[in-house]
Each structure stands twice: as structure tokens, then as C-alpha cells.
């Protein structure tokens, strides 16, 4: 549990921090998050939650009852530091290409502990995870997919600009996730002689 809260607080600062501000989404529902925030005032936190519960019973039925748990339990975490924090981080910490990598390392870090105990993150994660189990593919890979059609959905308003900021930032992100979730951390211990 403590790496699960540790993965999702890292997403939550990632988007609140330094992906937000700029108005550049992670993924495809915080991409949503933030038509939803720039069109219609509602807050980030309850969007990503609202929008994750229709996957989240998904969750339930292809991931089981454990993983989508979990998941909840992460969404809600990220979903809290994501409202705290946005009242605090009223702009930018930096520009934008340096705020970019710094949320892509700090997320896809995130995340990939999210997936490497059994749970997500949420929104597109829960069905690039599916879709992981069922092909066998990275669910980076496959979620890097996802989310570059929504990011090209979204361009119409957020502008071309965030929109290549948003593919590299899925760039880094997706092959940190799946670096996380799959390196090994086993040490060999050296003889003594």
C-alpha cells in the first residue's frame, strides 16, 4: 500500500505541479480534465474521478475485484493531490519544455509503480492494461497509442504547441512506465573471499 500511495502522490504532483499549468494533459482523461476545467470551471480532481468511475467498473470486471480496488484507492489519491495542490500552483514553475520533462520523469515514475503492484492509475491505464493482458504487448507502448488519438482529438482547442509538448511528454512517460514496471531490483551479492 505504501508504494501504491507513493506512485499515485507522484502522478498527482506530476499533473499538478508541472503538466497542468501549462494546460498539457498526461493522458487522455486528464486531457479531459482540462477541456472540462478550461471550458466549464469544473475542477481537475472531480473530473478525473467522475470520468474514471465508467472504467473503473471495467476495471472490475477484466482486471478483477483486487486491481480495480487498488485503482480506486490510487484514483482518489491522485484526485486529492491534485485538488490540493492546483490551489496552491496558481502557474508555472518553470517553462514549459523544463516543467514537461520534469512531469513526464515524475509521472511515468508513478505510474509504472502503479503497474508494477497491480493497480493503475486510472483512465486510459485501465484499458491499456487490459489490452496488455489480452495481446501481451508493454501497456506503455499500448497506452502511448490511446492517448496520442486523444491528444490529436484535443488539439482542435488546446493549440499545436501543447499538443507536441503532450506527445513528448507521453514519450518519456510511456518508457518510463514500462521501464518501472519491469526492471529488476534484485542485487547479486558479492563472495567474500
Given amino acids: 500500500m505504501i508504494w501504491l500511495t507513493f506512485g499515485a502522490l507522484l502522478q498527482g504532483i506530476a499533473m499538478a505541479a508541472f503538466l497542468f499549468p501549462h494546460h498539457i494533459p498526461s ?18 480532481g472531480l473530473t478525473l474521478w467522475t470520468m474514471n468511475f465508467g472504467l473503473l467498473l471495467l476495471a472490475i470486471n477484466k482486471l ?3 486491481a480495480a480496488l487498488w485503482t480506486i484507492y490510487c484514483v482518489a489519491v491522485t484526485s486529492i ?66 492517448n496520442s488519438f486523444i491528444i490529436l482529438g484535443t488539439s482542435l482547442t488546446l493549440g499545436l504547441e501543447i499538443i507536441v509538448f503532450a506527445f513528448i511528454c507521453q514519450w518519456i512517460s510511456t518508457r518510463l512506465i514500462d521501464f518501472v514496471r519491469t526492471v529488476s531490483l534484485k542485487k547479486t551479492a558479492k563472495p567474500f573471499m
Avoid at 487522455?28 to 475542477?43: T, Y
Fill in 81 to 146: 493531490v491534485v485538488d490540493l495542490m492546483s490551489s496552491h500552483v496558481t502557474g508555472p514553475l518553470n517553462g514549459t519544455f523544463i516543467d514537461v520533462i520534469y512531469g513526464a520523469i515524475i509521472f511515468g515514475t508513478g505510474v509504472g509503480i502503479l503497474f508494477r503492484f497491480g493497480a493503475s492509475s486510472g483512465g486510459m491505464d485501465i484499458v491499456a492494461l487490459i489490452l496488455a493482458n489480452w495481446t501481451g504487448k508493454k501497456p506503455g507502448s499500448i497506452l502511448f497509442l490511446i
Fill in 27 to 44: 493522458g487522455g482523461v486528464a486531457g479531459m480534465a482540462i477541456l472540462n476545467e478550461f471550458f466549464f470551471d469544473i475542477s481537475l
Fill in 64 to 66: 478483477g475485484k483486487q
